[in-house]
Structure formats: structure tokens, C-alpha cells
């Protein structure tokens, strides 16, 4: 179908946009989704610029791009019982420099802390940076439980211990930490009429998408980018993601294709003779 003027219109200005959050929240977001914890964040590699110039340069213009303070605030331990549970802070981090203020109803951007320390997604989330001066708005980063600083019972080893001890660590608290945070930010600020928006990648773009659903009167509109919202086993089926994977590979080069995909029937039988494990141990350098 031809597109009229105005769609080649908005497609043209929408470009720029979609390249911003490609690159600034995308990229490290998919990189989080992964399974693993990390114990360190790992390297963004998305400002290409940036990385010729020397170190110090680079410093400076992070702290000047990325300027928040970092404040706290006293969470429940379970939202759902009335059970004498130990509190919990939940570090968040927050910008006002461009907000015009509760008078003229400037916005809150908030930012849905996902699986990691919310520094590392804070200074690798530039849409929001970018956009905030336009809006007027303020941009808050609160933490997700039980990541980086937002550490119930006091310290990453207890937290983690046992099932018990995890059995806080849900979407469901979390969706519940961010509506009992917002609430209460708004009414320190007296900032109850100002409208929020959430934004969040990969899980924490299931977050954004999730409160609007469950808590509706909270905020006005969420961007979930890069969200894998259908992404469960009675939704859509599991080999998708690598269907996806793969056709991204066959479009760059077949032959690349071709050997990945013979390559894992070599495994296959390699593995299945005698020591054949202990040869691909070795072969590539395994640590077990
Ligand atoms: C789990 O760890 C907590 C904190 O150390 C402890 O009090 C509790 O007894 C443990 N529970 C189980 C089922 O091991
Ligand atoms: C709101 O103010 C109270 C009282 O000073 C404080 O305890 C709480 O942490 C503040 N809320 C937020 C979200 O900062």
C-alpha cells in the first residue's frame, strides 16, 4: 500500500527517535534479559563516539548528561499480608533539573527498575535524558527489590539464602513498590495532579506495561520497549526466540548459518562417544 504524505512524514521524523532507543535503551536492556546475575555491569558498548576520546573526557561528560541524586525510601517487605515483616530501603535515584513543577502539571518519567543496580541502567537510558527538557519533566529511576542497594534483610547473602528469604522477589512486589513509591513522591512534591509516564526495557519493559494494567489510576502511559510481554509457554512457543535468532544470522550470511546450524550435530556426536565430553572439555576450554 502506498504511503500518503503525512505517514512518509512521521516515519521520517520518528527515525531519529527510534534510533535513540535502539541504542540507548535496547542494547543494554537485551543484555540484561539474560539469566545470569551480574556481579558487575557489563561494558556498554553502544556510544561508539565516546570511546575514542580520552577517559577523563568521557567521565565529565557522563556526570554532566547523567546528573541525579541518589535518595532512599522505606518499603515493605511483602505488600500483600499483614505479617511483621523487616522494612526494606529502596534506593532510587531522581532528576528535577528540567521540571517545571507541580503548578503547571510538569510530568514524571519514571524509569521501571529492572534485574540490575539502577546506576548502570540509569546512564545507559538516554531516550529519557534526551527527552525530558521537551517535556518538562522530572526523570526518577526507583531500584528493583533485591538488586543492587534495594537489598532486603540487609545484605545480598541473607537475601538470596533460601526460599524463603526469595520469596519477596516477585514482579507482583515489585509492581506494588513502585505504585505505594510513586504515591508518596507525588504527595511529598504536592505533585498529585502531575501526570507519570513509565518507561522500562526487556523486564522492566514488562513492568511499565504490567502497571498500567494493574494499577491503572497510577500512571497515564507506558513505553515498554523491547518487552517480552508474550513471551510465555502457553502464549507463544518456546523455540520462537531462537527462530528469531537464527533468521537474524541467515540474514547476515548463510554459509555463517550453515556452519552454526552442522555444528550442533557435530557436538551431538562427538559428545556421545567415548570421552567425547572430555575431548569438547578440552577443545573448548571448559571450566567443568
Ligand atoms: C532461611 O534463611 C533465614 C535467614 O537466615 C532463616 O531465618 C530461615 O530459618 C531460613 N529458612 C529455611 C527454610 O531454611
Ligand atoms: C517523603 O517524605 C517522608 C518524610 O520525610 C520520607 O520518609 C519519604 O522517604 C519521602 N518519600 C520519598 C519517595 O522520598
Same mark, same amino acid.
Not at 205 to 228: C, D, E, Q, T, V
Given at each position: 500500500?502506498?504511503?500518503?504524505?503525512?505517514?512518509?512524514?512521521?516515519?521520517?521524523?520518528?527515525?531519529?527517535?527510534?534510533?535513540?532507543?535502539?541504542?540507548?535503551?535496547?542494547?543494554?536492556?537485551?543484555?540484561?534479559?539474560?539469566?545470569?546475575?551480574?556481579?558487575?555491569?557489563?561494558?556498554?558498548?553502544?556510544?561508539?563516539?565516546?570511546?575514542?576520546?580520552?577517559?577523563?573526557?568521557?567521565?565529565?561528560?557522563?556526570?554532566?548528561?547523567?546528573?541525579?541524586?541518589?535518595?532512599?525510601?522505606?518499603?515493605?517487605?511483602?505488600?500483600?499480608?499483614?505479617?511483621?515483616?523487616?522494612?526494606?530501603?529502596?534506593?532510587?535515584?531522581?532528576?528535577?533539573?528540567?521540571?517545571?513543577?507541580?503548578?503547571?502539571?510538569?510530568?514524571?518519567?519514571?524509569?521501571?527498575?529492572?534485574?540490575?543496580?539502577?546506576?548502570?541502567?540509569?546512564?545507559?537510558?538516554?531516550?529519557?535524558?534526551?527527552?525530558?527538557?521537551?517535556?518538562?519533566?522530572?526523570? /526518577?529511576? %526507583? @531500584?528493583?527489590? $533485591?538488586?543492587?542497594? #534495594?537489598?532486603?534483610?540487609?545484605?545480598?547473602?541473607?537475601?538470596?539464602? +533460601?526460599?524463603?528469604?526469595?520469596?519477596?522477589?516477585?514482579?507482583?512486589?515489585?509492581?506494588?513498590?513502585?505504585?505505594?513509591?510513586?504515591?508518596?513522591?507525588?504527595?511529598?512534591?504536592?505533585?498529585?495532579?502531575?501526570?507519570?509516564?513509565?518507561?522500562?526495557?526487556?523486564?522492566?519493559?514488562?513492568?511499565?506495561?504490567?502497571?498500567?494494567?494493574?494499577?491503572?489510576?497510577?500512571?497515564?502511559?507506558?513505553?515498554?520497549?523491547?518487552?517480552?510481554?508474550?513471551?510465555?509457554?502457553?502464549? /507463544?512457543? %518456546? @523455540?520462537?526466540? $531462537?527462530?528469531?535468532? #537464527?533468521?537474524?544470522?541467515?540474514?547476515?550470511?548463510?554459509?555463517?548459518? +550453515?556452519?552454526?546450524?552442522?555444528?550442533?550435530?557435530?557436538?551431538?556426536?562427538?559428545?556421545?562417544?567415548?570421552?567425547?565430553?572430555?575431548?569438547?572439555?578440552?577443545?573448548?576450554?571448559?571450566?567443568?
Amino acid at each position: 500500500m502506498p504511503k500518503t504524505r503525512q505517514q512518509n512524514q512521521n516515519s521520517l521524523y520518528l527515525s531519529p527517535v527510534i534510533t535513540i532507543v535502539i541504542i540507548s535503551i535496547l542494547s543494554p536492556l537485551s543484555l540484561a534479559a539474560q539469566p545470569s546475575k551480574f556481579r558487575r555491569a557489563p561494558r556498554f558498548v553502544g556510544k561508539l563516539p565516546h570511546l575514542t576520546e580520552p577517559p577523563q573526557r568521557q567521565q565529565r561528560q557522563q556526570q554532566q548528561q547523567y546528573r541525579y541524586e541518589t535518595r532512599y525510601f522505606e518499603q515493605r517487605l511483602d505488600h500483600f499480608s499483614f505479617a511483621d515483616l523487616p522494612t526494606f530501603s529502596q534506593r532510587y535515584l531522581i532528576n528535577t533539573d528540567h521540571w517545571v513543577g507541580p503548578n503547571r502539571l510538569g510530568p514524571i518519567f519514571l524509569y521501571c527498575g529492572n534485574e540490575g543496580d539502577i546506576e548502570w541502567f540509569a546512564v545507559n537510558s538516554g531516550f529519557v535524558w534526551d527527552i525530558a527538557p521537551r517535556f518538562g519533566a522530572m526523570l /526518577v529511576f %526507583p @531500584e528493583h527489590r $533485591y538488586y543492587g542497594e #534495594s537489598m532486603p534483610y540487609g545484605s545480598t547473602e541473607v537475601a538470596y539464602q +533460601n526460599a524463603t528469604t526469595l520469596s519477596y522477589l516477585t514482579a507482583e512486589q515489585a509492581l506494588a513498590d513502585f505504585a505505594v513509591f510513586i504515591t508518596n513522591l507525588k504527595q511529598n512534591l504536592s505533585a498529585e495532579a502531575s501526570p507519570v509516564v513509565l518507561f522500562g526495557g526487556s523486564y522492566g519493559g514488562m513492568l511499565a506495561a504490567w502497571m498500567r494494567l494493574k494499577y491503572p489510576h497510577i500512571a497515564i502511559g507506558a513505553l515498554a520497549s523491547s518487552a517480552p510481554i508474550l513471551q510465555f509457554e502457553d502464549i /507463544v512457543p %518456546p @523455540e520462537t526466540f $531462537y527462530n528469531i535468532v #537464527s533468521s537474524d544470522f541467515k540474514r547476515e550470511s548463510a554459509s555463517c548459518f +550453515n556452519t552454526i546450524k552442522e555444528s550442533w550435530g557435530e557436538l551431538v556426536s562427538v559428545g556421545q562417544k567415548e570421552n567425547g565430553l572430555l575431548e569438547l572439555t578440552k577443545t573448548f576450554h571448559l571450566c567443568r
